[in-house]
Nanobody
Framework: QVQLVESGGGLVQAGGSLRLSCAGSGRPLMNYAMGWFRQAPGKEREFVAA????????YYADSVKGRFTVSRDNAKNSVYLQMNSLKSEDTAVYYC??????????????WGRGTQVTVSS
């Protein structure tokens, strides 16, 4: 199995940037599609970004396209989400997830605890 721990969340002003980190253990993350999801108060969990293990393709929700970037660092067995030009609408708990299946999927196999991102106006 895979264990995931997110970090890097915090409070930031609108227009600012944050870099979320996801540290993996148990299995090399390169064998999994990796995704980022978020859940705001009173809302359903939503897809944010993902990357495949096979072709290195990336996918982004329309709401973050052009602002967020997902990347990998194999030396640290980690996945990152660089978030730029943050908006108040980005406020949510962000979750790192790993999937043995497709990067674009209705569900993922493994989840981290989440890290809070709060964007103030």
């Amino acid at each position: 199995q895979v264990q995931l721990v997110e970090s890097g969340g915090g409070l930031v002003q609108a227009g600012g940037s944050l870099r979320l980190s996801c540290a993996g253990s148990g299995r090399p993350l390169m064998n999994y599609a990796m995704g980022w999801f978020r859940q705001a108060p009173g809302k359903e969990r939503e897809f944010v970004a993902a990357t495949t293990w096979s072709a290195g393709n990336t996918y982004y929700a329309d709401s973050v396209k052009g602002r967020f970037t997902v990347s990998r660092d194999n030396a640290k067995n980690s996945v990152y989400l660089q978030m730029n030009s943050l908006k108040s609408e980005d406020t949510a708990v962000y979750y790192c997830a790993a999937n043995r299946g497709a990067a674009v999927s209705a569900s993922y196999d493994y989840w981290g605890r989440g890290t809070q991102v709060t964007v103030s106006s």
